[in-house]
């Protein structure tokens, strides 16, 4: 009995560090997505991206993190978002995978 309670309190304390493992390596790819350009701080999202897909402007005002205008060129910006959006979510799919393993021994 004293062998099943003890693999349980294992099994359990392995789930949450994983779920805590998780948690806290998604918040360090969130700070991942941040890139500066022209003075300003933005992230990379999808919907970021898609804003400035949709656009046919060279230049565009937009407002970055800290909620200031920045007048950027948008195609500069979308380069520079996708390269940083495609490099958090290569890097966070790789460093889950990782933990889904770790998780499994």
Same mark, same amino acid.
């Given at each position: 009995?004293?062998?099943?309670?003890?693999?349980?309190?294992?099994?359990?304390?392995?789930?949450?560090?994983?779920?805590?493992?998780?948690?806290?390596l998604? &918040?360090?790819?969130?700070? =991942?997505?941040?890139?500066?350009?022209?003075?300003?701080?933005?992230? %990379?999202?999808? $919907? @970021?991206?898609?804003?400035?897909?949709?656009?046919?402007?060279? &230049?565009?005002v937009?407002? =970055?993190?800290?909620?200031?205008?920045?007048?950027?060129?948008?195609? %500069?910006?979308? $380069? @520079?978002?996708?390269?940083?959006?495609?490099?958090?979510?290569?890097?966070?799919?790789?460093q889950?995978?990782?933990?889904?393993?770790?998780?499994?021994?």
């Amino acid at each position: 009995m004293t062998t099943e309670i003890n693999q349980l309190v294992a099994r359990i304390k392995q789930a949450t560090d994983y779920q805590t493992n998780k948690r806290i390596l998604r &918040e360090k790819i969130q700070s =991942d997505l941040h890139f500066t350009l022209s003075g300003g701080l933005f992230k %990379a999202t999808p $919907e @970021l991206i898609a804003f400035l897909n949709l656009y046919d402007l060279y &230049e565009m005002v937009i407002e =970055d993190t800290y909620q200031n205008p920045i007048k950027v060129n948008r195609i %500069a910006m979308l $380069e @520079l978002a996708k390269q940083h959006y495609q490099m958090a979510m290569n890097a966070w799919h790789i460093q889950h995978e990782e933990l889904k393993r770790a998780r499994k021994v």
